[in-house]
């Protein structure tokens, strides 16, 4: 049966996920046409040129570290053909230990002097197991004995001919950065962060069947950023919809407000629920997204009188036409809600829900006079 984690281990598991797919998005922009990225096959971010095992730990990369070991442990596998590559990284957010000897192999010139550093700490681990009382070795001593299996000579070779570290490498928030540094600098500053968070969300797609790998393809990836930096652009004029389709939690005391009674005014209880979630997407809407735009008050403003302007002169038309109030009333409203909305700002079409949103505030507002009953 799998052990259930606890909060603490289910924690460190979803940052260690979120961390990796943050790694993978790294690479994917690093993608030429016809490059592939993949997620979870024969390692945690492979392409055609690098096997990466990604790790997000806090403390130091010690000689003994089962994140070295097993990682190694594992590129020695049958299964795992090494020569496929050209370099193997141990990708960590580890700062290699005061006293570890790792520090000195990139340095290294020769395979046999990287391998040699490897094996006197595989020996110093195996004499302390040998003179200590132990019955069983450690994992870690366990990982090394497979690496170091005669059978494995070939290959263990070519493992260390393509070893290479990343070390104290950046954290997750420092790859976020580097990403809107070098690639985000013509998307909405208020935007970034969504834009980076879409893209995780693009690379963790689940795939299909039961494998449990996945890939990104050059095109896959380009495409996805082009369709993100089309709605955040500084320039964008694709609405911003975030909340527009969402269906919002009200208070419960919702039915007092004016624009709800004011609907209630013309019997009309069919319309009610979509009008507090078209009031609900427009607050969210001017309150979260519009302020990420270059979009003045002023700008609000205007858009919104003229809407009531609208209002107001088809108000008055009706109320001259009127012979059944809740009938006609419930038509006028009708035609106020339904008719296209025309262009907000330099957006391209604008949501009937935004603008229908900004029409019940304007009801709402106890020091103007609009109403949906006519007289």
């Not at 596998?77 to 580890?94: A, D, G, R």
């Amino acid at each position: 049966m799998r052990e259930k984690f606890l909060p603490q281990e289910a924690k460190a598991s979803a940052k260690a996920i979120v961390y990796q797919l943050a790694v993978a998005v790294k690479y994917c922009y690093d993608m030429c046409e016809g490059d592939i990225v993949y997620i979870e096959e024969l390692g945690d971010v492979t392409n055609d040129k690098q096997q990466v095992e990604v790790k997000c730990y806090d403390d130091c990369l010690t000689d003994n570290h089962v994140n070295l070991w097993k990682t190694l442990s594992n590129w020695s596998h049958k299964s795992f053909c090494p020569s496929n590559f050209k370099s193997l990284v141990l990708w960590t957010t580890q700062r290699i230990g005061p006293k570890s000897t790792l520090g000195s192999f990139e340095a290294l010139t020769t395979s046999s002097e990287k391998e040699n550093l490897l094996l006197n700490i595989h020996k110093e681990s195996l004499n302390r197991f040998e003179s200590g009382n132990k019955k069983e070795p450690s994992q870690v001593l366990k990982y090394q004995m497979l690496f170091f299996a005669d059978e494995n000579e070939d290959k263990r070779k070519q493992i260390i001919d393509r070893l290479a570290f990343v070390v104290d490498a950046p954290n997750q928030e420092q790859i976020v950065e580097e990403i809107k540094q070098v690639y985000l600098k013509d998307i909405l500053k208020g935007k970034q962060s969504e834009f980076i968070e879409a893209l995780i969300g693009f690379v963790s797609r689940p795939s299909e069947g039961k494998s449990a790998s996945w890939e990104i393809t050059y095109n896959e990836f380009t495409l996805k950023v082009q369709l993100l930096s089309k709605l955040y652009s500084c320039g964008t004029q694709e609405f911003p919809r975030k909340y527009i389709h969402s269906n919002h939690s009200v208070p419960s005391n919702v039915e007092e407000k004016k624009f709800v009674t004011k609907i209630q005014d013309i019997e009309y209880d069919d319309v009610v629920n979509s009008a507090v979630q078209d009031y609900y997407s427009a607050m969210h809407t001017i309150s979260d997204e519009i302020s990420n735009y270059q979009i003045g008050k002023e700008i609000l403003d205007n858009y919104t009188s003229d809407i009531m302007d609208f209002f107001e002169r088809k108000y008055r038309s009706h109320s001259r036409k009127c012979s059944d109030v809740l009938c006609d009333s419930q038509n006028f409203y009708d035609e106020i809600t339904e008719k296209d909305a025309q262009p907000f700002a330099d957006f391209s079409r604008t949501p009937e829900r935004f603008r229908n949103g900004l029409i019940h505030a304007e009801l709402d507002d106890d020091e103007k006079q609009y109403k949906w009953i006519l007289v």
